[in-house]
């Protein structure tokens, strides 16, 4: 089976800027679960998506946005790009949900805002 | 406010011996536990986990302690060697509650 693919893997934007990060989980899995990790506050819970509806937010500002499609690839978004943004975005997914269900990782997206 | 702590940033053992790696979470709704392992360039992959109902799980050399009074838990590495090397992240979630809250990791590094 192949494993969760996210694209791309690095990325540089300007502030301001917007992005579009995609994910692709492994076949059959319907929840993807989308963190953002960075050296001083570790991984951190964006949101996740179960069969194309919002299950979950985290603590992040509106700019951070989501959707699932209907094979259960995902994308996020963040508008108006901030220098702050810049951190490893690592989607996960799994069969039944983030919290009862081994989730598997992408390698990630690094994301540098300058 | 961090529901799950991992107040070790890094820590080093001697090949062979024992790596204990500690974890402590503040929310009593939590019921079910994770620990996930980090190479560089890569994303965390599972390691091995443990429900609430439980006080010990064991898989090969690596076993997870539960103490739900202390709201503590604990990852042992028997014997450890040098591919452990890695990030640890702790992590925790409530089963009626569909996220997973990440400590913010240990660095472990094996010594030759």
């Known amino acids: 089976k192949a494993g969760v693919t996210q694209t791309p893997r690095y990325l540089i934007k300007t502030r301001g800027q917007q992005v579009t990060l995609s994910c692709s989980p492994i076949?059959?899995?319907?929840?993807v679960s989308w963190y953002q990790q960075t050296p001083g506050q570790g991984l951190q819970f964006l949101f996740e998506y179960f069969s194309e509806t919002q299950r979950n937010k985290g603590n992040f500002p509106g700019r951070f946005s989501g959707r699932q499609f209907s094979n259960s690839r995902s994308e996020m978004n963040v508008s108006t790009l901030e220098l702050g943004d810049s951190a490893l975005y690592l989607c996960a997914s799994g069969n039944q949900g983030a919290s009862t269900d081994t989730q598997y990782f992408g390698p990630g997206t690094r994301l540098t805002v300058l | 406010d961090q529901q799950v702590k991992q107040n070790s940033p890094s820590l080093s053992v001697q090949e062979g011996r024992i790596s204990i790696l500690n974890c402590d979470y503040t929310n009593s709704m939590f019921d079910y536990f994770l620990w996930y392992k980090k190479y560089p360039a890569e994303g965390p992959t599972f390691l091995i986990s443990?429900?609430?109902?439980?006080d010990k799980n064991e898989d090969g050399r690596f076993t997870v302690f539960l103490n739900k009074s202390a709201k503590h838990l604990s990852l042992h590495i028997v014997p450890s060697q040098p591919g452990d090397s890695a990030v640890y992240f702790c992590?925790?979630?409530?089963?009626?509650?569909?996220?997973?809250?990440f400590g913010k990791g240990t660095r472990l590094h094996i010594l030759p």
């Open positions: 076949s059959g899995h319907r929840s």
């Open positions: 992590a925790a979630s409530a089963s009626r509650d569909d996220k997973i809250i």
């Open positions: 443990i429900s609430s109902i439980k």
